[in-house]
């Protein structure tokens, strides 16, 4: 069927806007739709940027970088490939945080996601034929938007993670974006602002729980195997009682990883791994206090725990290494209202002679002298001046990583955490940080955030065709990535920059694909990974339409 121009130009997969050439405008019936100019893409990316630099505020310039993605693929990832350090806090966190909180005054375009409804069931499998529309699928991030970022619950608003995520995968590993469907499950919710909000746009009742989820989750998961069988289920953003529930149940039958978890624990692992090589310490002499034992602090957990059976340790030697602080305060085998995650962690109050005082966060860290701080409790400000001198009185380097997202919700500012540490703590925060200038070094703070490893986990993983996700291929992730530090360099960052982003997620995706392939879980016959992953790639240039 023979698509019409206005057909053309209102897909952002096909449209090249002012760049249609003549030749083009006139096969496609599209002369005198545009003005008369032809422009390159390297001319319309520089008029693009002019227009984002006049805007004065965070969300404006997101809004009119979405405006662009909304028109033109192309052109957006062109200009996320050229500003990519600048553009990352835009498109994605912190500003992606904005951009949820007013989804519904904001709302102009649905983004091509796939709105999943509680209420119609019967519906899952259209929705995902009618989000994509025919494409191609082979990634999909998924949400229920119950614990976005650290903000809880944001009912369908949440879909804005899903895409962010996906423009990140995109612009850092060079996903084809016309592969890929953002899906949120509106299953509710409880925002009480969100239910009284006339402009909001998601199903208006409290969040569906227990039989009805699990089968939606159930329906979206068959339906999406059965249309898209060769697609990565990514996990984003689920509630703390879902999260590691989903993951179990699917994690040994389809090719999924759930973000928050895994992929928040291999970058915390790399991480960890830069800042033993500065400090020249052995990540099995290290006593890791998590602060805020949810999804990503369990997940963390499991991940450093799996690392120090790889370096050694029995289970049992290596659980002792680590100390879960939550609400209750640090974790104990009698401590009420446990997780199933957190079960595994706990400690018998015999270790500690005060074990009753230790209900907050500035007695445990006196009590277990941590040399390794982690902070996923959305608690701001919670890593107090006094908690971190308590902490840097007994030990050399302090690893501290305040990781709540976003801005105003982490634990501590990197700057403070220098200054506090005379220069001493090894930080990595959740956001980006700026280098922070003390006593004549400069210190780079390394962006401990999932967004450094899922891209190039994910397209390592699809380029490979593997048909599971498993420990393997996650440590072999952090290893690529960990450790790559300048130690000869004062105030070297514990993680490579965002600026090396395309570069190093092109690394992990290989080294992951690798992995699949000495593993024998490849669906399909692949000899050489190098040459799988970059015939994958996708580049943000004009193609022939081809149509
Ligand atoms: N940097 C990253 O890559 C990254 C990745 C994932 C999550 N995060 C951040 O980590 C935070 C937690 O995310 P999550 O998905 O694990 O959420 P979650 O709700 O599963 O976990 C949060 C945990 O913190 C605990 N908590 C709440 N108040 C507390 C208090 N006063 N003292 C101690 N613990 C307290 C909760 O009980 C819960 O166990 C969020 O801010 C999120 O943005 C960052
Ligand atoms: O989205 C992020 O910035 C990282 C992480 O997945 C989070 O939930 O905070
Ligand atoms: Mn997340």
Do not use: C
């Not at 600048?86 to 102009?108: C, G, H, K, R, W």
């Not at 220069?423 to 967004?451: F, M």
């Amino acid at each position: 069927m023979a698509l019409n121009p206005q057909d053309i130009l209102n897909n952002p997969f096909l449209n090249k806007g002012t760049a249609f050439t003549k030749e083009e405008r006139q096969a496609y019936g599209l002369q005198g739709t545009l003005p008369a100019k032809v422009q390159t893409l390297d001319e319309q990316a520089v008029q693009a940027y002019g227009q984002y630099s006049s805007k004065t505020t965070d969300l404006e310039k997101r809004i009119f970088l979405m405006n662009v993605f909304n028109t033109n693929r192309t052109l957006f990832y062109r200009l996320m490939e050229d500003h990519v350090v600048e553009f990352m806090p835009i498109v994605y966190d912190p500003t992606v945080a904005d951009s949820i909180e007013q989804y519904n005054e904001l709302f102009v375009s649905p983004q091509d996601a796939a709105f999943l409804s509680v209420d119609e069931p019967e519906d899952v499998e259209a929705t995902l034929k009618n989000a994509p529309g025919g494409r191609d699928i082979r990634l999909i991030v998924v949400t229920d938007s119950e614990g976005i970022l650290g903000m809880g619950d944001w009912g369908v608003n949440g879909v804005d993670i899903a895409i962010g995520k996906l423009m990140v995968y995109t612009a850092a590993a060079g996903i084809n974006p016309s592969m890929v469907l953002p899906v949120v499950i509106d299953a509710g919710t409880n925002n009480e602002k969100l239910l009284h909000d006339p402009l909001y746009l998601g199903n208006r009742h409290e969040r569906v729980r227990g039989e009805r989820y699990y089968d939606l989750i159930d329906r979206f998961v068959q339906a999406s195997g059965k249309l898209f069988p060769e697609a990565l289920l990514h996990w984003e953003d689920f509630g703390r009682s879902n999260a590691a529930t989903i993951l179990e149940k699917y994690q040994d039958k389809i090719t999924t990883f759930n973000d928050d978890i895994q992929g928040t624990g291999i970058v915390v692992l790399a991480g960890i791994l830069g800042a033993m090589k500065i400090s020249k310490e052995k990540l099995t002499d290290q006593r890791i206090l998590i602060f805020g034992a949810g999804t990503a602090g369990v997940g963390i957990t499991n991940q450093l725990l799996d690392e120090m059976k790889r370096q050694g340790l029995s289970e049992e030697e290596a659980r002792k290494h680590f100390f879960l602080v939550d609400k209750q305060g640090l974790l104990f085998n009698d401590t009420e209202e446990l997780t199933p995650g957190q079960k595994a962690f706990v400690h018998d109050r015999s270790e500690f002679e005060n074990s009753n005082e230790l209900t907050n966060l500035e007695a445990a860290v006196k009590a277990v002298q941590p040399t390794i701080m982690i902070g996923t409790s959305t608690q701001p400000g919670a890593f107090k001046e006094t908690i971190i001198k308590e902490m840097a009185a007994h030990t050399e380097r302090p690893v501290i990583f305040p990781l709540s997202n976003p801005t105003k919700l982490a634990e501590a500012k990197a700057e403070d955490l220098i200054k506090w540490t005379d220069g001493k703590a090894l930080v990595a925060t959740g956001i980006p940080a700026a280098p922070v200038d003390y006593k004549g070094v400069t210190y780079e703070i390394g962006q401990a955030n999932n967004a450094l490893m899922y891209p190039g986990l994910g397209f390592g993983i699809i380029a490979s065709t593997a048909t599971r996700v498993n420990g393997e291929m996650l440590s072999q992730a952090s290893h690529a990535l960990g450790g790559i530090v300048d130690t000869e360099q004062p105030g070297a960052a514990v993680l490579p920059p965002v600026a090396k982003l395309t570069e190093f997620s092109q690394t992990i995706a290989e080294v992951v694909g690798q992995s699949v392939l000495d593993q024998k879980l490849n669906r399909e016959e692949i000899s050489d990974i190098k040459k799988a992953v970059s015939e994958m790639k996708w580049e943000a240039k004009y193609t022939d339409l081809n149509l």
